[in-house]
């Protein structure tokens, strides 16, 4: 999500800067930042502290915070002897020109109302990525489900969708370049609506855009997974046979206390209904270990579940309290670290055997990847990823005139040899 807002946060200021990839060059500095846990935001703030001995050095130099530690902290910021310029919350990009004259004129800039309708729907986003085959399209902004842990309701404000016309008019264009995947974010792209356009219509527009365009979307709550999402997804060949749906919690009890509006036996439905409409369909989750009141039988009960789920790949944290939600006020952070980082470890240590057993499984079979670089470890191997979202690195053929048989953004079928417990090794037929 903050990728996407960056490559927005680019495009409003294109006309008064160029962008680096050598920080120590650079006029401005935008660091956007994430509040989901304390973890991120210690990291930041390490990353802050370079940037201020850089500014030292550097007197023009501006330092500007922006995204989710914008919004949750505001003046703070201003106040603290980090040394910044520049405050701005997620909703308000677009005062950055205006903030940026007064920060030439010697005066801080702070932004951080939060907006009803901000979707920045209009804004053509400067691609960052490096492959110039996948892009990220943001489809809405904010989140009110108001899961009892976390901080994102109140960093990026209420929930809104973004009209459905000037998506698919993205996608086209994304199409005419050369892009071969787009991924659709949100919060929670489920709950997606336009007036009549629901997510599942989205995605049959998006998917109608080009047969050789795959999608994929990020993230679904398990609350909102529709069957009508499910048909839609089985019925377009070119919507990826994945589906991340984090779970957090394998115990009812702790479901009920995250507030998730869903219990095990409803989230163990919602994977029946993904199996049976596309058995090769890849499931992935996020999973909080130690919430406030965790049992020993809770945790087991999240081992038991992903052990049920067979998950292919997962997200793994500790609970990080964060001011202001409801467990913060609420609940006890009552799990003693020794603890939750044991129980994360069990998890973990789970989780990787789950996706050995899952790639494994894979080995023999036959899948269309669409080639995204050359592998990092061997020059003459290359890297692709299956409809699933899973990695197959294979060696790509050379041709008489020496040039390789498959280039970046090209499909090619391979069939599986192999595998660790992090990849897939195949052979391209
Ligand atoms: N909107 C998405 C999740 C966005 S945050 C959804 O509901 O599925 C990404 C993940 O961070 C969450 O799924 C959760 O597993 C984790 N997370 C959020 N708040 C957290 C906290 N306070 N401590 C630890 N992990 C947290
Ligand atoms: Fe946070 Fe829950 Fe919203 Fe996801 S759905 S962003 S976990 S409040």
Known sequence: MNFADSEILVSILKDQYDTTQDYAQADLILVNTCSIRDHAEQRVFNRLKEFAALKKKRPGMKLGLVGCMAERLKEQLLDSDLDIDLVVGPDAYRSLPRLLSQVEAGQKGIDTLLSEDETYEDILPVRLGTNRISAFISIMRGCQNYCSYCVVPYTRGRERSRDAGTIVDEARSLVDQGYKEVTLLGQNVNSY??????????????????????????????????DELIAVMAAYPNICRSIHLPVQSGSSVMLKKMNRKYDREWYLDRIRAIRKAMPDCGISTDIIAGFCGETEEDHKQTLSLMEEVGYDFAFMFKYSERPGTFASRHYPDDIPEEVKLRRLNEIINLQQHLSHESNKRDVGKRFEILVEGESKKNKAQYFGRNSQNKVVVFDNPVLPDGSFRYQVGDYAVAEVTGCTPATLLGRTL
């Open 193 to 226: 609506k336009d007036g009549d356009v629901n997510f599942a219509e989205l995605m049959r527009r998006v998917a109608s855009v080009s047969p050789s365009l795959r999608i994929r979307f990020s993230t679904s709550h398990p609350k909102d997974l529709s």
